[in-house]
């Protein structure tokens, strides 16, 4: 994977769904000798800011937003408290442009020269890093941050304050009050002004939102549950369904109605290439997005108050958190916490597998690392700055129409305080959020959740991926037959993956890698997919 020599034009063709082919909000800054040429929206306003949001007041507001504003001399940037909302952008020598969107940064005759170290990290974790993305040249807006250009002086970027750090020394019992009684602010301060819609699964996070929402007075005109892609067994939608009921409340369940390997090829680009995830919420966005003016999004939920990852973080030595073991906890997360596990050996020909090594992944990952540690929950603030910011957040603010308002209660300025200084020795036992909702709502304590439930495999899994690969090639064929060849005979050995002990479960695990990788070829090669 390789950038064409700057300068040179790279033709363009257009193959993407109609879905994924809408204009991202951008703006192009070149200084020129008669001053600048400006392209794109002079001003911007992205998100939601809970009570507006002032470019000047350097306060940064709650929700989730990013903005903008060029005013002939100066451009003004600003992000939410939390990087939540994808803004990224490329400065060059009396340049700047910014977007929503990655490949709306990609310009016949800019550079597109991958970012390896990056890419060695992502092809592992299905995630980037810090403000990391795909391309050296492209990078993403940081948390609560405020940058400023002008022609003379160029970029400024400052980052604000994104909340206390180190722990607060408190009880469980006090910390689990603290946890109920914000939460229900947190909500307050994001009542729905008229009837809404509200995505609902078998989990914790959106759960404390009904729950919270119906104890307020406003329940939802009806609960939306997606489908997840095959092995899920929609245990999700089932413990959701059971629950509306419960509460009297109207539910219905979306079925997809386009293939994993469609609903990718759109996800991948929309999502600016920062995620393997997401692809499987779009018919559920796009229901909101008809139906509901306002709804809600569990985010962060998880990695601050009953991380998923908690089972491997457990089990982790404590002494993994000094700076010496740093290299340890590193490959401990590359070969555990990833979406290819070592299967990612199978899919890299010679040149990639040095560009994209697991030492080169290893520095990536210890150099992060090394920010948390200071952190109450040094792996849970990981999972939450890297993880939740930079690719669960797409979902829900990246593929959603702009035209609905998605609250996040969980980023809730005093809720994430409380709940990032919780002192590690109450969150390592798995059962924080827990008990905050069985104090909450004790007539619901002992309701089931859905995390538990193992996925099907059979025959039905296996026609599933040969579906995926199937459509893969028949991809390739009629619209990139460069595909065939790209990635040092990817596709090749994608299929090679498939022989010998655990080859369905390797193939499983590497087809929307190879899906992605593929397209990022295309991108940086000037041929978009």
Same mark, same amino acid.
């Given at each position: 994977?390789?950038? =064409?020599?700057?300068? +040179?034009?790279?033709?363009?063709? /257009? +193959?993407?769904?109609?879905? !994924?082919?809408?204009?991202?909000? &951008?703006?192009?800054?070149?200084?020129?000798?008669? *001053?600048?040429?400006?392209?794109?929206?002079?001003?911007?306003?992205?998100?939601?800011?809970?009570?507006?949001? /002032?470019?000047?007041?350097?306060?940064v507001p709650e929700g989730v937003f990013a903005s903008w504003r060029w005013d002939g001399g100066r451009l003004l940037v600003r992000t939410d408290r939390y990087g939540m909302f994808p803004l990224f952008?490329?400065?060059?020598?009396? &340049?700047?442009?910014? &977007? #929503?969107?990655?490949?709306?940064?990609?310009?016949?005759?800019?550079?597109?020269?991958?970012?390896?170290?990056?890419?060695?990290?992502?092809?592992?974790?299905?995630?980037?890093? !810090?403000?990391?993305?795909?391309? +050296?040249?492209?990078?993403?807006?940081?948390?609560?941050?405020?940058?400023?250009? #002008?022609?003379?002086?160029?970029?400024?970027?400052?980052?604000?304050?994104?909340? =206390?750090?180190? #722990?607060?020394?408190?009880?469980r019992e006090r910390a689990v009050d603290g946890f109920v009684e914000l939460f229900r602010a947190a909500v307050a301060r994001r009542l729905p002004p008229a009837p809404y819609l509200l995505p609902l699964s078998g989990g914790r996070d959106s759960r404390h939102i009904l729950l919270e929402l119906c104890r307020q007075g406003v329940p939802p005109k009806l609960c939306v549950s997606g489908a997840k892609f095959p092995p899920d067994p929609g245990a999700d939608a089932e413990v959701a369904a059971a629950l509306a009921r419960r509460l009297g409340l109207a539910h219905r369940t979306l079925t997809p109605r386009r293939s994993q390997f469609r609903a990718e090829l759109t996800a991948n680009t929309a999502q600016s290439m920062t995620t393997l995830d997401g692809a499987w919420t779009l018919p559920l966005l796009a229901y909101l997005g008809r139906h509901s003016p306002?709804?809600? /999004? *569990?985010? *962060?939920?998880?990695?601050?108050?009953?991380?998923? &990852?908690?089972g491997l973080i457990r089990d982790l030595p404590r002494e993994l958190s000094a700076p010496a073991a740093l290299p340890e906890l590193a490959d401990t997360l590359l070969r555990a916490?990833?979406?290819? *596990? =070592?299967?990612?050996?199978?899919?890299?020909g010679p040149r990639h597998a040095a560009l994209w090594s697991q030492e080169r992944a290893r520095?990536?990952?210890?150099?992060?690392l090394a920010r948390h540690r200071d952190a109450a929950f040094p792996l849970g603030s990981f999972f939450f700055w890297n993880r939740t910011r930079r690719s669960i957040?797409?979902?829900?603010?990246?593929?959603?129409?702009?035209?609905?308002?998605?609250? !996040?209660?969980?980023?809730?300025?005093a809720l994430f305080d409380h709940l990032s200084t919780v002192p590690h020795r109450h969150l390592i036992d798995g059962d924080f959020h827990d008990r905050a909702l069985a104090r909450a709502y004790p007539e619901h304590d002992g309701f089931p959740f859905a995390a538990a439930v193992p996925g099907r495999h059979g025959a039905a899994l296996a026609r599933h991926r040969l579906a995926y690969l199937g459509r893969l090639y028949g991809h390739a064929l009629a619209a990139e037959p460069r595909w065939l060849r790209a990635g040092e005979g990817m596709l090749g050995r994608l299929l090679a993956a498939g022989r010998g002990p655990g080859g369905p479960v390797r193939v499983s695990r590497l087809l929307p890698l190879t899906l992605y990788l593929l397209q990022l070829e295309s991108l940086a090669t000037g041929r978009t997919t």
């Open positions: 994977m390789s950038a =064409p020599a700057a300068g +040179t034009a790279r033709p363009r063709r /257009d +193959t993407r769904p109609p879905a !994924a082919r809408s204009a991202a909000p &951008s703006l192009r800054l070149v200084r020129t000798p008669d *001053g600048v040429r400006a392209a794109g929206a002079h001003e911007a306003r992205l998100g939601h800011a809970v009570g507006g949001h /002032d470019l000047d007041d350097p306060a952008y490329r400065a060059g020598a009396g &340049s700047i442009a910014l &977007s #929503t969107r990655v490949e709306e940064l990609l310009t016949p005759g800019e550079d597109a020269e991958p970012d390896h170290d990056a890419l060695a990290v992502f092809v592992r974790l299905g995630f980037f890093l !810090a403000e990391d993305t795909c391309f +050296t040249g492209i990078r993403a807006l940081p948390p609560a941050a405020t940058l400023t250009w #002008t022609p003379a002086a160029g970029v400024r970027i400052d980052a604000g304050e994104r909340g =206390p750090r180190g #722990t607060v020394d408190t009880d306002v709804t809600y /999004d *569990g985010i *962060g939920g998880g990695e601050l108050a009953q991380n998923p &990852s908690i916490a990833g979406r290819t *596990g =070592p299967h990612i050996d199978w899919l890299l520095a990536r990952l210890v150099a992060e957040a797409m979902a829900p603010y990246a593929l959603a129409p702009a035209s609905t308002v998605v609250h !996040a209660p969980y980023l809730d300025h």
